[in-house]
């Protein structure tokens, strides 16, 4: 395998376009090594190799779904977190207590600075902009005086609001910043616990592919058990 790869990076072999790409190729390696549920014979479970296939497929898909839970956990709370808990530790809690990003010494930050740019980002739901505030309080007045003259707002355009990252204040709300001090706790969420997760999952994963196979087994031996047919297969 490892010898075709380097065959088609020196071109000896006809060009990735004719046939499967090295990706495809070197996938179908690793699942048919290490990903292939062996088939057994069941006398009293009905299961294809579809079944199995399937029942495979299902697992890896819930493992793939903690490594990407841990990935989103790891980076909002030592990446985004920290933004957060220095809000925290400041003790910003009012629109008069604000301070820019340059103050909190995260105006270099891009993720932060990425995350805040989005309206619906997760940061923007603790995290709130005082310039974006009264924007929204200006629109709202806007569309009260364009009720007094129309029936209804659907023909009424709303300014855009342009956040400046330069100069826009930010803070956590009083009253919501005890929930986002336990949502963004560092503990626990260490890129070394992520990588811990990523290894256990990732072992699961290849421990129940080799597995599977010997659990149906003993499931179909108990079932010949409780049936008293005295033909346990081994």
């Given at each position: 395998m490892i010898g075709l790869l380097f065959q088609r990076m020196l071109g000896k072999i006809k060009p990735l376009?004719?046939?499967?790409?090295?990706?495809?190729?070197?996938?179908?390696?690793?699942?048919?090594?290490?990903?292939?549920?062996?088939?057994?014979?069941?006398?009293?479970?009905?299961?294809?190799?579809?079944?199995?296939?399937?029942?495979?497929?299902?697992?890896?898909?819930?493992?793939m779904g903690i490594i990407i839970a841990s990935i989103v956990a790891a980076y909002d709370k030592n990446t985004l977190g920290k933004f957060v808990r220095k809000?925290?530790?400041?003790?910003?809690?009012?629109?008069?207590?604000?301070?820019?990003?340059?103050?909190?010494?995260?105006?270099?930050?891009?993720?932060?600075?990425?995350?805040?740019?989005?309206?619906?980002?997760?940061?923007?739901?603790?995290?709130?902009?005082?310039?974006?505030?009264?924007?929204?309080?200006?629109?709202?007045?806007?569309?009260?005086?364009?009720?007094?003259?129309?029936?209804n707002d659907k023909d009424f355009v709303p300014p855009k609001f342009i956040l400046d990252m330069n100069t826009a204040h930010f803070y956590i709300p009083d009253e919501e910043h005890y929930a986002a001090d336990i949502r963004f706790d560092h503990k626990g969420s260490g890129w070394r616990a992520f990588l811990l997760v990523i290894i256990v999952t990732v072992i699961i994963a290849v421990l129940v592919c080799f597995l599977l196979p010997d659990m149906i087994q003993m499931v179909d031996n108990m079932i010949d058990i409780v049936k008293g047919d005295g033909n346990v297969l081994n």
């Open positions: 376009s004719e046939e499967m790409s090295l990706l495809e190729e070197l996938w179908a390696y690793i699942e048919g090594k290490y990903l292939t549920v062996d088939l057994g014979r069941y006398e009293h479970i009905n299961m294809g190799s579809g079944s199995l296939i399937t029942a495979r497929n299902i697992i890896l898909g819930i493992c809000i925290i530790k400041d003790q910003c809690f009012h629109q008069n207590q604000a301070k820019t990003l340059e103050e909190y010494g995260f105006h270099k930050n891009y993720f932060v600075k990425s995350s805040l740019r989005r309206g619906n980002g997760i940061l923007n739901k603790v995290v709130k902009c005082v310039e974006r505030e009264a924007h929204e309080e200006e629109v709202a007045k806007m569309r009260e005086k364009h009720l007094e003259t129309h029936e």
